[in-house]
């Protein structure tokens, strides 16, 4: 039977990787949406392969040439991060959140209203506004499946029946570029090697917070809303090979885990299938090829972001949004060459101190939970933007300025 779909973020990483999912499966789509940011370039090309209803570019400036690239094709064409979350409210089977930050907010929660199968990769819109999310999906008769390989690991070692007897969720993490680094190696990481990172290839933001594994605390703030786990029942532990994508302990002493290639169409494959399985041409794992699978904890002096993210879970109020305001601000500071590595993790915990001292962690509550978020991000960036002129200017003075 063929879905309805739609892509909200088609142009990025995990947007592409759907795209070529559906192509490599021969997958009975019909696409109502396709949005980009602004890869206007790409997203023509992509609405010329599959003919959705309506390409969306986010950025308003590009949609005449959106329009003059799609003019004769029969695509509608619109403009405008409103327009995003109109798209994504159109009523689909299946969407894909692949959005990257709090722009994905908005829409993710549209497509999350409309009733829809939601893959979600949008992690920032989990992180800031989790809660809600998932009751809206609730509410509007649909789902959420995590695309993420850790979190389409656990869902996948829950069993359904046994959820009380859970004792602990184990997130794996590959430790990123730096992981046999010094600290002071790292105070010199360069935006190149920070981007380089072994085992996935993503998108530039998730790719920064890789290395400084704010992506893993994020992560962990994921799994607490999705699985409804407390965070001191989550651990996570460092496993470079990127094989075993996380596992679930029950309190009978069996621990379930899920294997795979490092290939994040396999976890949209399950996404996108469940609960059956789709055929596709699947890289294979082979055991006997892997090599020794190695697992050790994380260290907290090399990789402060992760208690960051847990302290920010556990304070909770708007405090895991203010943290991922802050974060996403130091990462772009630090794709700039504006900060230094260890600047984006001192950034956040900064950030989120002087919001605490200011009562503004729990500011900005309103019906509306885009609303909350949104006034807390931007409250949050306000002060981001503060301490990262600190550092910016430090760095200057030290001779290590931009480029
Ligand atoms: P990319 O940066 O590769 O792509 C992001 C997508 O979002 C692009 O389509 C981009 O458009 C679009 N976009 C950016 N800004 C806006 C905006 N303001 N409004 C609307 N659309 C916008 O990111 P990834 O694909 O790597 O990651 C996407 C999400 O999935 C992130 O939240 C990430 O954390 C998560 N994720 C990614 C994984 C991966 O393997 N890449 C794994 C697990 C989670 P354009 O390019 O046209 O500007």
Redesign the pocket.
């Given at each position: 039977m063929t879905r309805r779909v739609s892509i909200?973020?088609?142009?990025?990483?995990?947007?592409?990787?759907t795209l070529d999912l559906f192509e490599q499966s021969g997958a009975a789509v019909e696409i109502a949406a396709l949005?980009?940011?602004?890869?206007?370039a790409?997203?023509a090309e992509q609405a010329l392969r599959w003919r959705p209803r309506q390409a969306?570019?986010?950025?308003e400036r590009l949609l005449p040439e959106l329009c003059e690239r799609l003019a004769g094709a029969g695509i509608a064409c619109a403009g405008g991060?409103a327009a995003?979350s109109e798209a994504a409210a159109e009523p689909v089977d299946w969407a894909m959140?692949?959005?990257?930050?709090v722009?994905?907010l908005a829409?993710t929660l549209a497509a999350a209203r409309s009733g829809a199968t939601i893959g979600l990769?949008?992690?920032?819109?989990l992180v800031c506004c989790g809660p809600s999310l998932l009751h809206a999906a609730r509410r509007a008769g649909g789902m959420v499946i995590p695309?993420?390989?850790?979190h389409s690991a656990i869902f996948q070692a829950l069993q359904p029946l046994a959820r009380e007897q859970v004792s602990k969720l184990i997130v794996t993490a590959t430790g990123g570029p730096f992981r046999s680094w010094s600290v002071a190696q790292m105070r010199q990481a360069t935006r190149e090697q920070a981007l380089n990172h072994p085992k996935?290839?993503?998108?530039?933001?998730?790719?920064i917070?890789s290395a400084t594994m704010m992506?893993k605390g994020?992560e962990v703030i994921e799994a607490a809303y999705l699985f409804a786990m407390p965070p001191e029942r989550i651990e996570v532990v460092i496993h470079p090979q990127a094989i075993v994508h996380s596992l679930v302990e029950y309190a009978d002493g069996n621990v379930l885990a899920q294997l795979g290639a490092p290939d994040?169409r396999i976890?949209i494959a399950c996404a996108f299938a469940w609960p059956e399985r789709m055929a596709w041409p699947a890289p294979k794992l082979d055991l006997t090829a892997c090599g020794p699978l190695t697992f050790e904890a994380p260290d907290p002096e090399q990789f402060p972001a992760l208690g960051l993210a847990k302290q920010a879970l556990t304070r909770g109020g708007q405090a895991p949004a203010a943290l991922n305001a802050a974060n996403e601000a130091a990462v772009a500071a630090f794709l700039d060459r504006q900060i230094g590595f260890l600047d984006i993790a001192a950034t956040a915990a900064e950030t989120l101190e002087r919001m605490e001292a200011l009562g503004a962690l729990d500011a900005g509550e309103s019906d509306d939970p885009v609303e909350s978020v949104m006034h807390t991000d931007q409250a949050a960036r306000r002060i981001a933007a503060e301490v990262l002129g600190g550092f910016a200017g430090a760095r200057r003075a030290a001779g290590q300025g931009s480029r």
């Open positions: 909200l973020g088609s142009t990025g990483s995990v947007g592409v990787s949005t980009a940011g602004r890869n206007v790409r997203l969306v570019i986010a950025d991060e995003v959140a692949a959005i990257v930050g722009a994905g829409p990769a949008n992690k920032e819109s695309v993420e390989s850790e996935w290839s993503m998108g530039d933001k998730i790719s917070d992506n994020l994040m976890p």
